[in-house]
């Protein structure tokens, strides 16, 4: 018989060895990269919160999430990404933006939408706005979105061959609407002619680069008559494209309505059969319930701009009852011309105080729903929810990590809580699309942010010059 | 008679014998520091903003503030802060705070204001807070405002004597109230003996320390009934001392008061004298028309906190009616637990966009409006308008510089848009108070921040796991 001192001694040399096995002889898989956190917050099914956690990516896809120290047993990564003082989430997703706009960001503000727009916004653009407006403008948005934690976004906007060929260098992940609308456009003379680049657009661009989607971009039912809207939903269809549209954003649009169709706006759009193919709807602040069930059943996606919508005035969605409805509910940031900025931390933030508020209830829109909505949730509204949203084997590593370390996250009781009541853009430091490192430690790798700002100051000086009187 | 061209080389000649008389023979004032900056705000009654401007300083007030060519012409300074890229404007002023529930921060969100206080915030006081508690949480919050460029607050915690130890130490400039309240505090048995600790902590540090004003901090009219109200007014006017508190806050405030005293919270508090002396009143959502003339005419300075009032759902607080009755109105971050941070940017941008979709009015609350309350409005609020809040030849030199170079702020074509809408805490790059550097190139110089950080995590280990079942 063994003295118990002798049984110890192998018991414990059994365990060093078992350790041994699982740090060395097992960690033979090879990976690209594994990125760490005090935190890695898969937003899965399960919502889980791993502590001390890490994603083991390759191929550009995430291979295996859990704690660090099975995910290092197991793989053998050629970069080591430490978490340390770190929280990992998925990429935000900015679910309507209209990049470009970041030139024109405070050029006009506290005004309502129809003055801003007929009288500042189109006039400025038609203007201004040409391939080069375009590529400047939409570098300086990739450059503030990807500082700031947003790996994917949907864009409408015009010259859609430069926004995307800016993505494709910058590596984000985006849906980019070619607009069709019924005015002389900065790169249309009719609503036709916008109809008919859209399609050569999306042509041109299905199934030609991973991270680029092509789509569809009607600006809206006050901007294209019902028979060019039913003209962009059936080219859609034939090429199986998605479609991004403003919809029910304000009191003014859905008056329009009344009085020319006789109707609200999603009714309407739903009579001329506009849902018969995928459909991301910004704004939607008026939908009324029969229409929030008709959203659910056409299997709509919606996309929440606050900030925007607060400052047009334009109104407060009902976010909690299109969700208990079924509906998919992104966040956006909206054009940087009326936010001002392109920052979803905010956009989070204040689309749950403002649902609190507005229903004199505190417990709507708990920070964790908010923070689904600007991943997951906003994956599946834009129809990307098998390819991003959320830290899953098999799923594009599209990741974050976040500094908890600065005063405004000290202490950390609640993780969540502090992701969207505290985070700022700033505190991002890591970004990863594709797995491939967008911004490490703060610095963007894709971008050459002197030169843009360099070319953003030198365009603006040219328009502040011209509008001045 | 002279030639054209001699003349003319005369003329230049003089031109530059006045200008090397600007640059070097009139240089000769000394002052201590000279800030410039691409924009100067001056927040002044004539709302200047001075381009390629400069602040001098001297003993801790402001010289002058002119264009930078003129100042450097007149004034030799010791130390010369660069601008380049940089907004120099005055300090913000946070009108109401509690400072060290930085260390509360996320314990509890989600929930209404009296489940939240009640059920957690209440309990947890009274088991941690200590005078080590206030000390740590205190400086986590000094370290949080100064860092977002915050110069002058107004407190009402526990231990106040803690506060102002920390105050005087980091060099900021605070109001600190003593809480008066009638339950067992974290300080305190009852109504009578906070009010005792808080007349001793007035009398110790009124005239004390110039950067410290010790005022009175009655906690609310559901807490103190109405002759501990009116104790601790004529305590306060027997020190010649200003009142802070929080004020027809809720709907169940309100309710409370109607039901106790058959009349609203201001009416009430009116009724009983109450205003016969300065006073801060928080939040002020629910006042009615009669109550806003009564706030006007008893000169009561009025603090909007929009984040913990949506955060609550207490409700929207009529802030342009009030300023048009002639309130002066500051804003407040409230405490970081229902908040969750102490950004004062954040409640600017909120604080306008809140006003602005609840009323359908998006002219409502501009961005210069709400910039003012920031700082002189909060200044006038508070009582220290001849103190700080603007950048006038006389005042304290309490001001900073925001970076204006990073993505979001880039391109610029408004100045005070940018600060309201785009501008976050971690752009501020210098933070002087009372002529003295707290903050240079982001580098806080009076907080020790990795002793603060580590000093917060241990405690918050401690109740994290008190509080855990």
């Not at 309502?112 to 009288?119: K, V």
């Not at 070319?455 to 000086?461: F, G, I, Q």
Request: glycine share 6%.
């Amino acid at each position: 018989m063994m003295s118990i001192s002798k049984a110890m001694c192998r018991s414990r040399l059994l365990q060093i060895f078992l350790a041994m096995g699982s740090a060395f002889a097992f960690a033979d898989t090879p990976v690209e990269m594994v990125v760490e956190g005090d935190y890695v917050l898969t937003m899965d099914s399960d919502h889980r919160v791993i502590a001390n956690g890490a994603v083991a990516i390759s191929d550009g896809k995430v291979v295996a999430v859990g704690p660090a120290d099975d995910i290092l047993a197991k793989y053998q990564p050629r970069e080591r990404v430490s978490g340390k003082g770190k929280v990992v989430l998925p990429g935000l997703i900015n679910g309507h933006a209209h990049s470009a706009m970041t030139l024109l960001r405070g050029i006009a503000d506290d005004l309502s939408i129809y003055e801003w727009l007929n009288e500042y916004i189109f006039p400025a653009e038609v203007r201004f706005v040409d391939p080069e407006f375009v590529r400047i403008g939409t570098q300086l948005a990739c450059w503030e979105m990807i500082r700031g934690g947003t790996t994917t976004f949907v864009d409408m906007y015009y010259h859609p061959d430069v926004i995307a060929e800016v993505v494709q260098e910058c590596g984000m992940r985006a849906l980019i609407s070619a607009t069709v609308i019924d005015q002389k456009s900065p790169d249309a003379e009719s609503a036709d002619d916008s109809l008919a680049k859209a399609i050569e657009f999306v042509r041109r661009w299905q199934n030609k680069a991973p991270r680029i989607t092509p789509i569809f971009g009607p600006h809206a039912n006050y901007t294209l008559n019902v028979e060019q809207l039913k003209a962009t939903r059936k080219a859609a269809q034939a090429l199986n494209a998605t479609i991004s549209i403003h919809m029910a954003e304000s009191p003014y649009e859905v008056e329009y309505s009344q009085e020319k169709y006789g109707t609200g706006s999603v009714s309407m759009f739903e009579s001329i059969g506009f849902f018969e193919g995928p459909t991301i709807a910004a704004h939607m602040v008026w939908p009324n319930d029969d229409e929030i069930r008709i959203l659910a059943a056409g299997n709509v996606g919606v996309v929440y701009n606050p900030t925007s919508n607060m400052k047009t005035a334009a109104g407060i969605a009902p976010i909690p009852e299109m969700r208990e409805a079924g509906v998919a509910v992104g966040i956006g940031t909206d054009g940087a011309a009326s936010n001002n900025d392109l920052d979803m931390w905010e956009e989070m933030r204040l689309g749950a105080l403002l649902q609190k508020v507005n229903a004199m209830d505190p417990e709507l829109l708990a920070a964790a729903e908010v923070l689904r909505m600007a991943t997951i949730e906003g994956a599946q509204a834009i129809g990307l929810a098998d390819v991003t949203g959320s830290l899953e084997p098999g799923k594009q590593a599209d990741l974050i990590q976040v500094d908890f370390t600065d005063a405004h996250h000290v202490p950390t009781y609640d993780v969540i809580s502090h992701l969207v009541y505290v985070t700022d853009e700033q505190d991002v430091t890591t970004v990863i699309v594709e797995g491939k490192m967008l911004m490490r430690d703060r610095v963007l790798l894709t971008l050459d942010t002197e030169q843009i700002r360099h070319d953003a100051e030198t365009l603006a000086a040219k328009i502040r010059k011209e509008l001045s009187p």
